[in-house]
């Protein structure tokens, strides 16, 4: 059956990466949730897709001249202003500490890509265990380099290489790097590039599938998971194929 992830929470209708979104994916049902990591000045681990804060809250600035206090201090609504409450942007802590009271899957995109964050593989994992969360986790980043240092860090924890572009045989170079899956961009993906990687015992996660048609395909593909904005949405064609 194809897992139904929600990308930054149920972001089709709810803030991204806030609590709320997260929250919110879960009650529609979603099996998993992805998020984004980011570091603040003084080291702690955010949840908040951009560099910037710029897109998504009401201040402005990098993540990284932030200490945790003052981010926490910014509106993180965006563009859900009808929401009576403020929302904040998570520690991934209080992600991580939630995620113990339910089943779901957690997908941690680590975005260090742009700034080498030091430290946020250590930091990350030492998360993860300190809440034994390591079987439900799945550790995805551009930068493949910082997944293979997590992965020398913590064999016990999943990783999957973010592709953008289709690579020749991406099941191979998923095993390359011992990655169980990879989560390529949806566009990218052939129905034959789906069969051999899941016959090859890899799994084959697309992003980022808002598009009903698409998630469809992939579904009576058997694609091991949908990375999607609306987890509503898929679940119900799931329910529906
Ligand atoms: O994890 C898949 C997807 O989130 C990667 O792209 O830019 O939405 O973080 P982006
Ligand atoms: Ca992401």
Request: charged share 25%.
């Amino acid at each position: 059956m194809t897992l139904i992830f929600a990308h930054r929470g149920f972001a089709a209708s709810f803030p991204e990466n806030t609590m709320k979104s997260f929250t919110e994916a879960q009650k529609a049902g979603a099996d998993g949730i992805e998020l984004d990591v980011q570091m603040t000045k003084d080291g702690e681990l955010v949840v908040i897709h951009d560099e910037k804060v710029d897109r998504t809250t009401d201040g402005k600035g990098y993540v990284r001249e932030y200490t945790a206090s003052d981010l926490r201090k910014l509106d993180a609504r965006y563009k859900f202003q009808e929401l009576h409450k403020k929302e904040q942007i998570p520690f991934l802590e209080e992600v991580l500490n939630w995620l113990k009271g339910n089943s779901m899957v957690c997908n941690i995109e680590l975005k260090n890509g742009v700034f080498p964050y030091k430290g946020m593989e250590e930091k990350v994992i030492s998360l993860i265990r300190r809440n034994r969360l390591e079987n439900r986790i799945i550790l995805s980043s551009f930068n493949h380099y910082s997944l293979v240092h997590a992965f020398r860090l913590s064999p016990e924890i999943e990783i999957a290489p973010l592709l953008t572009d289709g690579i020749y045989m991406p099941w191979i170079y998923a095993e390359s790097i011992r990655a169980k899956g990879f989560h390529p961009h949806h566009r990218t993906l052939h129905d034959s590039i789906i069969s051999l990687s899941l016959k090859h015992g890899i799994e084959v996660r697309p992003y980022t599938v808002n598009n009903e048609h698409a998630m469809e395909r992939f579904i009576k593909l058997r694609t091991s998971a949908i990375i999607t904005d609306d987890p509503a949405k898929g679940l119900a064609i799931r329910k529906a194929c």
